[in-house]
């Protein structure tokens, strides 16, 4: 099972954005980002020349596999199998990265960034219909619920992350119930319901080249 082990906040430098992969560190001064918003290495202060296009389509690839918190083999294949499904590909793209497990733990607010929701899984804490499930890229379907198992509510970080997201809410495709550490996936999202900073269709241009 491959998964970045870097510096997240690199990522976000790399970007010249933040892409929230810490949690709540990300929303304090302790933010690399706030501290360097350059990109990293030695050379990260010159001034850079203007991007390709090849340069910006593969500048908005990564960003997305840095979101969702995987390397290029599994994210090309979530490209492949979103161009063999039928409508627009860049909106399949996205609602296959969406419907992945742990996305859906990290949306429900049981974990404070898709990492920690990843953790969660792998560590067997959290089950879909009442089985346990703790395989990070297993795709939800509309219906299903997916749940904090019982043993596993009192884990601190679990607490802090589903009481921040009681009062905030989460998208509107997803149902939460906080008391009850559980929640429904209603619908599949629609493009304008995904809160993601990412322009798909680069990504499109990308692999269509």
């Excluded at 501290?35 to 340069?55: M, S, V």
């Amino acid at each position: 099972m491959a998964t970045y082990h870097g510096a997240r906040c690199k990522l976000c430098r790399r970007q010249g954005m933040k892409l929230f992969l810490k949690g709540q560190r990300c929303y304090t001064d302790k933010c690399a980002f706030e501290r360097r918003a350059y990109g990293p290495g030695q050379h990260g202060q010159r001034r850079r020349r203007k991007p390709t296009d090849y340069g910006i389509q593969l500048r908005e690839k990564q960003k997305a596999k840095s979101i969702y918190g995987m390397l290029e083999r599994q994210f090309k294949n979530y490209y492949r199998e979103a161009d063999r499904q039928k409508g627009v590909t860049g909106d399949n793209l996205m609602r296959l990265l969406e419907r992945r497990l742990d996305n859906i733990v990290y949306r429900l607010g049981f974990a404070a960034s898709r990492s920690a929701a990843r953790a969660l899984v792998v560590h067997g804490h959290i089950q879909i219909n009442g089985t346990k499930v703790d395989i990070p890229s297993c795709l939800v379907k509309v219906g299903d619920e997916v749940s904090v198992r019982e043993k596993s509510r009192s884990i601190p970080e679990v607490r802090m992350a589903v009481d921040a997201k009681a009062g905030v809410g989460t998208v509107e495709w997803l149902e939460l119930d906080p008391k009850a550490y559980a929640g429904r996936i209603l619908e599949l999202p629609a493009r304008d319901q995904i809160p993601s900073p990412v322009n798909e269709q680069l990504i499109v241009n990308f692999y269509s080249r």
